[in-house]
T-cell receptor, first 113, second 114 residues
Framework: AQSVTQLGSHVSVSEGALVLLRCNYS??????LFWYVQYPNQGLQLLLK??????LVKGINGFEAEFKKSETSFHLTKPSAHMSDAAEYFC???????????FGTGTRLQVFP | EAQVTQNPRYLITVTGKKLTVTCSQN?????MSWYRQDPGLGLRQIYY???????DKGDVPEGYKVSRKEKRNFPLILESPSPNQTSLYFC?????????????FGNGTRLTVT
C-alpha cells in the first residue's frame, strides 16, 4: 500500500522568505515522488519528480525537493518566495509495479508582500 | 499548442439529469484519466484509460462512466448525478502512465448538482 501526507493545508510566507512545504510518504516499494502545482483556475502541472539517482531534485521556477529515505520525506523548498508562487501544491507518490499514483490533500501557499 | 481541453468549465444541474463532460487532448497520448478534487481530500482518480477501448476503474468510480472510442477523446458520463458528485473535475493525459510520465491536466470542470 502507499499513501502520502502533506503537513499543513495552508502555509503563509512573506515575499523573499523561504518556502518549505512538507510531504511524507509511505510505500512498500521504492517510490517515485512528485510535486505538482495548481495555479488559480488552472489544472495541475508538474513541478518536479524523483525516480532514482540523485536525491536532490530541481524543478521549475526555482523549486527543489530532497528525497530522504530514512525520514520517508520529500519536502519542497524554495529559497525566496515570489508573489507568483501563490498556488496549491500537491505531493504524489507512485509505484512503478502497479502504475498507481496517489495524490496528497494539497497545501495552499499564500505569499504576502 | 499542446493541451487538454475540457468542456464545460462550469456546470449546474439537477439530481438525476444525465450529463457528459468532454475531454480532448491533441498530444497523441496513450493514457488518459479523470480525477475529482474535493477540499481536504486532494485528487482522487475516477477512471483511467491506457489506450483506445481500454478503460479501468480508479479509486472512486461509482456513479460514473467513461468511454475511449478515439485516442484523443475521453468523455466522463454521469448517468444520474447526485449532490455528492458536486466537485471539481480534471481530465489528464500522459505519454505513458501517470507514474512513468508527467500528467498534463485540463483546466477543470466545476460541477454543481442540486
Amino acid at each position: 500500500a502507499q499513501s502520502v501526507t502533506q503537513l499543513g493545508s495552508h502555509v503563509s510566507v512573506s515575499e523573499g522568505a523561504l518556502v518549505l512545504l512538507r510531504c511524507n510518504y509511505s510505500s512498500s516499494v521504492p517510490p517515485y515522488l512528485f510535486w505538482y502545482v495548481q495555479y488559480p483556475n488552472q489544472g495541475l502541472q508538474l513541478l518536479l519528480k524523483y525516480t532514482t539517482g540523485a536525491t536532490l531534485v530541481k524543478g521549475i521556477n526555482g523549486f527543489e525537493a530532497e528525497f530522504k529515505k530514512s525520514e520517508t520525506s520529500f519536502h519542497l523548498t524554495k529559497p525566496s518566495a515570489h508573489m507568483s508562487d501563490a498556488a496549491e501544491y500537491f505531493c504524489a507518490v507512485g509505484r512503478v509495479d502497479t502504475d498507481k499514483l496517489i495524490f496528497g490533500t494539497g497545501t495552499r501557499l499564500q505569499v504576502f508582500p | 499548442e499542446a493541451q487538454v481541453t475540457q468542456n464545460p468549465r462550469y456546470l449546474i444541474t439537477v439530481t438525476g439529469k444525465k450529463l457528459t463532460v468532454t475531454c480532448s487532448q491533441n498530444m497523441n497520448h496513450e493514457y488518459m484519466s479523470w480525477y475529482r478534487q474535493d477540499p481536504g481530500l486532494g485528487l482522487r482518480q475516477i477512471y483511467y484509460s491506457m489506450n483506445v477501448e481500454v478503460t479501468d476503474k480508479g479509486d472512486v468510480p461509482e456513479g460514473y462512466k467513461v468511454s475511449r472510442k478515439e485516442k484523443r477523446n475521453f468523455p466522463l458520463i454521469l448517468e444520474s448525478p447526485s449532490p455528492n458528485q458536486t466537485s471539481l473535475y480534471f481530465c489528464a493525459s500522459s505519454v505513458g502512465t501517470a507514474v512513468r510520465s508527467p500528467l498534463h491536466f485540463g483546466n477543470g470542470t466545476r460541477l454543481t448538482v442540486t
